[in-house]
């Protein structure tokens, strides 16, 4: 499986997202700290860094960002929400959002280590699209490690989306609703990418 190894504070800066989206609230870069962009930039350049933006939060590739895109487009709906919901709606970055990991690159890890079920069902697929009244869960074998109670202790303070429940005694966490265009907290101008797409 293919991996995105990029440095996470430079591609950041270079994105213009906060490390703290991507789950890494100390981590920042002064590498070409004062370099500032002198040209305006293009509208296809625009369209592009939106893209690469969304790819990079979610871990995503080129070949499977696509078939997000396609798929999108053919939902009913706005093709732009339709595609921030699908990436949304990834079982790594529930797991992520839930608590169990700190960034979405661990859950990625943790979810391929096939240490959670859903519904009762193992599941290490990172990209399986989990719906309303599912159930997330650790295994039953990796209640024991302790990296999992370290985890969701350090991210008590932070909230658990609306469309997601989780319960911190019983590590288990449930989807509630499907999440919409609101719960995406980091800004984002989807319209430019499927424009991009568009051409």
């Not at 860094?49 to 990079?56: D, L």
């Not at 096939?114 to 990172?126: A, D, L, M």
């Not at 599912?134 to 658990?160: D, G, P, T, Y």
């Not at 429940?165 to 019983?170: A, K, M, Q």
Request: proline letters at 5%.
């Amino acid at each position: 499986m293919a991996k995105n190894t990029q440095p996470i504070a430079k591609r950041c800066k270079a994105l213009g997202i906060s490390p703290a989206v991507m789950g890494y609230n100390k981590k920042e870069t002064t590498r070409n700290s004062n370099t500032q962009t002198r040209r305006k930039k293009s509208e296809y350049a625009t369209q592009l860094q939106e893209k690469q933006k969304v790819k990079f939060i979610y871990g995503v590739l080129e070949k499977q960002f696509l078939g997000y895109y396609e798929k999108a487009i053919r939902m009913p709906g706005k093709a732009g929400d339709n595609l921030l919901t699908q990436l949304e709606s990834r079982l790594d970055n529930v797991v992520f959002r839930l608590g169990y990991a700190t960034t979405r690159r661990e859950a990625r890890q943790l979810v391929n280590h096939g240490h959670f079920t859903v519904n009762g069902k193992k599941v290490n697929i990172p990209s399986y699209q989990v719906k309303p009244g599912m159930v997330i869960e650790l295994k039953e074998s990796s209640r024991k490690i302790e990296r999992f109670k370290e985890n969701v202790e350090a991210n008590s303070s932070i909230a658990v989306p609306r469309w997601l429940e989780f319960d911190p005694n019983t590590m288990v966490g449930k989807v509630v609703a499907a999440p919409t265009r609101e719960d995406i907290e980091f800004p984002v101008e989807e319209h430019l990418i499927i424009e991009l797409y568009s051409k």
